[in-house]
């Protein structure tokens, strides 16, 4: 049984959660299938945008505790669950060359709210709710919520979420800085999707260094983000879709980009 859905759009694909009957709970295919979604979205030349999101009335509630062996202490081991099926999903999704949106339909719960967040760009519909339920269960936030949670709403919100478990609504966390902005439910596929349809008309190398260097910016010294912006914006010049932005500019037109270095 498909766990995911892909729908191709002009310029950009809609990678969908479906679940709907669990809330999208995780489980290992459907891990391995996201995974496989965006190396193919990569990979193709006429995909320049990706939109992640839910089917039904949640996005992810998580991982699906039915869906693992993992119940009895002697033989537990969710590290390596962790290390097999999130790890490369998210490193993937905050290294990957394209724009990647989430629009948030519904509760985001525990490694469900954490794959959101390592979006780009993130939605949420006005019902929806953003949880770090691992305490609940005695677990620690994993899918990079420990790496993510702090940079985006600091460090006193980000301990307050993690142990205290409290859901929040989307208006807090559009407040808090955790997500790009909060959407009318009706409205959210159709704003997620002009968003996606906007980025795949933008410069998609350029874009890409531009995340390059926004994942740097946390952990380099200011010398070391200087030099690679140097070395980054030598390779955005070198670009033809830097020449065809600045005769654009030049003619007072709009640019007609091809995404391509």
């Known amino acids: 049984m498909a766990e995911i859905s892909i729908a191709e759009r002009a310029g950009y694909r809609i990678v969908t959660l479906d679940r709907p009957e669990k809330l999208n709970a995780t489980t290992a295919g459907m891990l391995r299938a996201l995974r496989a979604a965006f190396e193919d979205a990569a990979a193709d030349r006429a995909c320049r945008a990706v939109l992640l999101t839910g089917a039904g ?25 962790v290390e097999e099926l999130y790890n490369p999903l998210i490193r993937l999704i905050r290294a990957h060359p394209l724009p990647v949106v989430c629009a948030v339909n519904g509760i985001a719960a525990g490694a469900g709210a954490n794959l959101a967040l390592a979006c780009d760009i993130v939605l949420a519909a006005r019902s929806a709710s953003f949880v770090q339920a691992f305490a609940r269960i005695a677990l620690i936030p994993d899918a990079g919520g420990t790496w993510i949670l702090p940079r985006l709403v600091g460090d006193a919100r980000a301990r307050a979420l993690a142990l205290l478990a409290e859901k929040i609504t989307a208006d807090q966390a559009a407040e808090w800085g955790m997500i790009w902005r909060v959407v009318e439910d009706e409205a959210l596929m159709e704003e997620a ?69």
């Not at 992810?60 to 969710?78: I, K």
């Not at 020449?243 to 500019?249: D, I, L, S, V």
Request: one cysteine or more; charged letters at 20%.
């Open 193 to 261: 999707e002009k968003l996606a349809a906007y980025l795949a008309q933008q410069p998609t190398a350029t874009l890409g260094l531009i995340k390059q260097a926004l994942n740097a910016s946390s952990t380099n010294g200011l010398d070391a983000q200087l030099a690679l912006e140097r070395d980054l914006q030598r390779k955005a010049g070198q670009s033809g879709d830097y020449a065809e932005g600045a005769r654009a500019f030049l003619e007072k037109r709009a640019p007609r980009f091809t995404g391509r270095t």
């Open 57 to 81: 009335r949640g996005f992810c509630a998580g991982q699906d505790l039915s869906a693992v062996n993992t119940l009895d202490p002697a033989t537990a081991d969710l590290g390596a669950l």
